[in-house]
């Protein structure tokens, strides 16, 4: 048994943060969910902007659309959602098996609409309609424009995959617009069991002070904040709130680890995987580290309920003058931006092979 399925086993979810069509026609997806226990995946704008950019797997598909008149966000659209259908289709006996709680893909709404609420409901609910797939997340930022749009979209029966989060205070106030959409349902009489996840940032926390703070502090802010998130939501899954909306058949919104790739190269290629291991939780995984990990990972015990020590490091860490609800604020701030600029880029992209090609 490799470390990714000793780790599947140990509880955690282990999904790939990572989807082209290259990954799909040539079964590579298909080998990792049987051998490396993948249950699930995760794309964001940059990642389709390298896989169009990079590869010609999509030229015939971005030839036909413009030919019949499809251009910019539209044709894009219809790329990701071929891909996500075929990749939630690989997914699907796992979803079934779990009843629901697993299996799961991701398709973002445009980052563009960061800031604006209505905007984002709108593009959620037809992007959820349009798709027609039972385990599809909807990924909406939890930004404080999307913390109101994640509420609406949880009530409308959306399922949301709360990403840039990156700090306790993200997660909470993402946990609590959830638990408020899933109370609206209720109240309403629907079906409480709408699902979500929210995902925490990891690794960016340590690139943002890699040059800030002595050795000894290297890289551990970024499991400091995760240890810390974890506590939080182990309590509220014990809060008497969420044991009232699970008493009524609804569905915990799952802690998913995201950025979980080692950016600094004088670091183990595994820090994160090893460091957040955890129970009832997900781990989205680059496709890099994903085959370091199965390839000498080790499962080393699960992360404490009470936090550990990460209120002792973050002391350390404001000793060092990092303010870590400041740089959570920032780092959500610089994420929202850079996923507007791949966004752009990935928009021009499209636009130049869409010329090239007809």
């Known amino acids: 048994m490799n ?4 780790l599947h086993e140990f509880g955690q979810s282990l999904w790939l943060d990572n989807i082209t069509r290259g990954l799909l026609t040539s079964g590579t997806l298909s080998r990792y969910i049987r051998e490396l226990s993948i249950t699930g995946l995760t ?8 896989a169009i950019k990079n590869s010609d797997f999509y030229n015939d598909a971005i030839r036909k659309k413009a030919l019949v008149g499809k251009s910019g966000e539209a044709l894009f659209f219809e790329l ?5 259908t075929q990749a939630a289709g690989l997914f699907r006996s796992i979803h079934t098996a779990t009843d629901g709680v697993d299996g799961w893909v991701s398709l973002e709404v445009s980052p563009l609409l960061a800031n604006d609420t209505a905007g984002t409901i709108e593009a959620a609910a037809q992007l959820h309609a349009r798709a027609q797939l039972p385990n599809l997340f909807i990924k909406i930022p939890g930004t404080p424009a999307g913390i109101a749009a994640i509420e609406e979209s949880i009530f409308a029966g959306v399922p949301v995959n709360v990403t840039l989060l990156f700090s306790r205070e993200h997660y909470v106030a993402a946990a609590e617009a959830y638990m408020r959409g899933i109370e609206r349902r209720i109240a309403a009489g629907l079906d409480p069991r709408v699902a979500s996840v929210a995902s925490i940032f990891v690794s960016r926390w340590d690139v943002a002070v890699k040059d800030k703070v002595p050795d000894i502090l290297r890289n551990r802010l970024g499991v400091a904040i995760a240890m810390r998130t974890y506590k939080a939501y182990v309590e509220v899954l014990s809060s008497k709130r969420w044991q009232k909306l699970a008493a009524s058949g609804a569905r915990q919104q799952r802690l998913l680890w995201a950025s979980t790739g080692t950016k600094d190269p004088s670091a183990s290629d595994v820090l994160y995987i090893e460091a957040l291991a955890s129970a009832d939780t997900i781990d989205t995984m680059p496709e890099k580290t994903l085959l370091a990990f199965a390839n000498h990972g080790k499962v080393k015990g699960s992360l404490a309920a009470d936090g550990g020590d990460a209120e002792t490091l973050l002391a350390d860490f404001a000793k060092a003058g990092i303010d870590h609800i400041a740089l959570a604020a920032r780092l959500q701030l610089e994420g929202t931006r850079a996923f507007a600029e791949s966004w752009r880029e990935l928009m021009e992209c499209i636009a130049k092979k869409t010329e090239q090609l007809t």
């Open 43 to 50: 794309s964001n704008p940059t990642i389709f902007d390298h």
């Open 3 to 6: 470390a990714t399925q000793q």
């Open 80 to 84: 990701a959602l071929e891909d996500l």
